[in-house]
């Protein structure tokens, strides 16, 4: 019986080490393929976005005191030079329609994103002397891709703006009290996270209300953003309501898309798991058969260990080419298949499809199962585990172990397999 014992620590350690080098190289794999095809995605379809509120400013002449030195003599003067003043907008509305479109590139699936932008801003001159505003609106990113963009004074488009470092500006006249409202639209696409940011620091905004529309259920806010004022369900998502009269933050607005369940670092999870999986179904499987005084070979643990590893080397490279779901459920029923059609020949196909396949739909299956239940797959995995300890414990809790190991090794002397008793009764050694 020590010797049996041994000999299954020797084939669980030699399956360990096998799930180890298999979900190393996932995650091998994963992380070179990560490397190469997120620069590619970026490429393609673009970055995070941030798009940033317009800045608006006018130029004052200010009296400046320039100190120098001439000839080895300190030498001030006064100067008049003009600068750049920066002034708040007085409204700005805002509209950003988010469609989420997933792209799958090897082991991972991107967050990719398509974007409506629509703004309106109001331009007051609160001063009793005309002023030459520049309106300067910012790009979400430098080698973005910007779709029917339009910029609009009053109504009117502006069609001569040559974008430079980044950003396009107008310059607008207004009279004392006059204003004027200016409107900004583009189509963009963009990966992982959209952001409106108000300024590089704390910023001042007035009469904010920006409207936010997904196409997706699942939202999510980083961290460090702000909460929406009202949130209200649509038939396709969310209308998300920002909506300030004088707000002062350095915290902005931001929406994470959300992201599909990774096929790499999912397989890497369950395989580095599978022990447990094998140890639990192993210690199920050795004490039935030990109460039920029935003979396994450890070769035969061999063979069904090996079923199990096959279930994860099998999901590891299909989930290259078709969907993780299906992946999992094709490399079940393989496994199950091979270890019910192995076990009928060594105990029987009342044990095989019993004992063994339930056993192995339980601790294979839906134990891999578990990790698809994000936030719950530690409880689940903890509660399976103390519930097939309760039951061996209540199965074995009045069992003599001296009395059935050495029934159980004398009944024939050797390690021979035979086929599981009859639900009437046990089998007694040499029957």
């Not at 998502?237 to 004088?246: A, D």
């Amino acid at each position: 019986m020590v010797r049996r014992i041994v000999a299954l620590a020797f084939i669980f350690a030699c399956t360990t080490v096998a799930w180890v080098i298999l979900g190393s190289s996932t995650v091998l794999r994963t992380e070179t393929q990560d490397s190469k095809l997120s620069e590619r995605v970026t490429k393609i379809w673009g970055q995070e976005q941030w798009q940033h509120a317009p800045s608006l400013t006018y130029p004052v002449e200010e009296e400046k005191l320039i100190e120098r030195t001439i000839d080895g003599q300190p030498f001030s003067e006064r100067r008049v030079i003009p600068v750049d003043k920066t002034q708040v907008l007085d409204s700005s509305d805002i509209t950003a329609s988010l469609h989420l479109e997933h792209r799958k590139k090897g082991l991972l699936w991107y967050s990719t994103y398509r974007v409506e932008f629509a703004g309106e801003y109001l331009i007051k001159n609160p001063a009793d002397e005309e002023r030459e505003y520049t309106f300067t609106y910012r790009f979400p990113a430098r080698d973005g891709i910007y779709d029917n963009f339009a910029l609009s004074v009053d109504g009117a488009p502006v069609n001569d703006l040559l974008p430079d470092n980044g950003a396009v500006a107008r310059k607008i006249t207004l009279a004392p009290g006059e204003d004027a409202r200016v409107k900004v639209s583009y189509g963009s696409q963009g990966l992982d996270e959209w952001w409106y940011v108000f300024g590089a620091n704390v910023a001042q905004v007035r009469n904010l209300k920006l409207t936010m529309l997904t196409d997706f259920d699942d939202i999510d806010f980083p961290d460090d953003a702000i909460s929406p004022t009202t949130k209200e369900r649509t038939p396709d998502g969310w209308k998300l309501t920002w909506e300030y009269g004088n707000l002062i933050s350095g915290v902005q607005i931001g929406m994470v898309m959300p992201s599909k369940l990774n096929p790499g670092p999912f397989v890497s999870r369950v395989t580095f798991f599978a022990p447990v999986s094998l140890f639990l179904f192993l210690f199920l499987i050795f004490m039935i058969t030990t109460l039920r005084e029935i003979n396994i070979h450890p070769m035969n643990y061999f063979f069904v260990s090996a079923a199990f590893f096959a279930f994860h080397l099998l999901m590891a490279y299909l989930v290259d080419h078709i969907d993780i779901h299906v992946a999992f459920a094709i490399s079940a029923i393989v496994s199950i298949l091979l270890v019910v059609s192995y076990m009928r020949l060594v105990v029987g196909m009342r044990f095989a499809l019993i004992e063994t396949g339930l056993a192995q739909l339980v601790y294979l299956v839906a134990f891999s199962y578990a990790f698809f239940l994000e936030g719950y797959t530690g409880l689940t995995i903890t509660v399976l585990c103390i519930v097939t300890l309760f039951v061996m414990m209540q199965l074995t809790g009045k069992i003599d172990w001296e009395e059935k190991f050495a029934a159980f090794s004398g009944g024939g002397g050797g390690p021979s397999a035979r086929p599981a008793p009859p639900l009437g009764g046990l089998r007694k050694p040499g029957e």
